[in-house]
T-cell receptor, first 117, second 117 residues
Framework: DAGVIQSPRHEVTEMGQEVTLRCKPI?????LFWYRQTMMRGLELLIY????????DSGMPEDRFSAKMPNASFSTLKIQPSEPRDSAVYFC???????????????FGPGTRLLVL | AQKITQTQPGMFVQEKEAVTLDCTYD???????LFWYKQPSSGEMIFLIY??????QNATEGRYSLNFQKARKSANLVISASQLGDSAMYFC??????????????FGKGTLLTVNP
């Protein structure tokens, strides 16, 4: 079975440019998460979708960040304009989560390493 | 609020030996889950093992076992017969299994394990 797919795997861009990260969750999973990992802050949850609906975006750093999930098999995380402090590894994860249930394991994608110069 | 503490920034073990990675947690929730993830140098986050707070037996998955001591609020990962490929960062995480925000994983800062030949 295919795991969570993320693209691109690496992205180098210049400050001020728009960056779009993409994610395809595991088929049948109805929960999707975007995380950011840095040395200073560790793993941070940016946003959580359940059945394509954003449930919690309290972790999104600021208005420069936006995320969408137009259907059950695709999500994007966009940074516009990008800044050097956005340099990090961005992970997408999915789980067969049902809100209010006992919860399931989150399976992570390989991550996108973003470097903003 | 939930908190995960991993007190060992780094650990060394000889190949074929067993190693224990420590994890303590703090929560007031009666139902919760504990997870361990492995992050090799290539960067992906790999799910290893899960323990539910009401599970009667310690979880095992191949060479991985979770030494769950509920009264002590500890969930140590035991890796038996270490292999060179086990060298990686290991993260302990927890999530409450009911109530609001029961999708949020709280991660520890990680332990870097090095397996020596």
């Amino acid at each position: 079975d295919a795991g969570v797919i993320q693209s691109p795997r690496h992205e180098v861009t210049e400050m001020g440019q728009e960056v779009t990260l993409r994610c395809k969750p595991i088929s049948g999973h109805n929960s999707l998460f975007w995380y950011r990992q840095t040395m200073m802050r560790g793993l941070e949850l940016l946003i959580y979708f359940n059945n394509n609906v954003p449930i919690d975006d309290s972790g999104m750093p600021e208005d420069r960040f936006s995320a969408k999930m137009p259907n059950a098999s695709f999500s994007t995380l966009k940074i516009q304009p990008s800044e050097p402090r956005d340099s990090a590894v961005y992970f997408c994860a999915s789980s067969p989560w049902l809100a209010g249930g006992n919860g399931e394991t989150q399976y992570f994608g390989p991550g996108t390493r973003l470097l903003v110069l | 609020a939930q908190k995960i503490t991993q007190t060992q920034p780094g650990m060394f073990v000889q190949e074929k030996e067993a190693v224990t990675l420590d994890c303590t947690y703090d929560t007031s929730d009666p139902s919760y889950g504990l997870f361990w993830y492995k992050q090799p140098s290539s960067g992906e986050m790999i799910f290893l093992i899960y323990q539910g707070s009401y599970d009667q037996q310690n979880a095992t998955e191949g060479r991985y076992s979770l030494n769950f001591q509920k009264a002590r609020k500890s969930a140590n990962l035991v890796i038996s017969a270490s292999q060179l490929g086990d060298s990686a960062m290991y993260f302990c995480a927890m999530r409450k299994n009911s109530g609001g925000s029961n999708y949020k994983l709280t991660f520890g800062k990680g332990t870097l394990l090095t397996v020596n030949p």
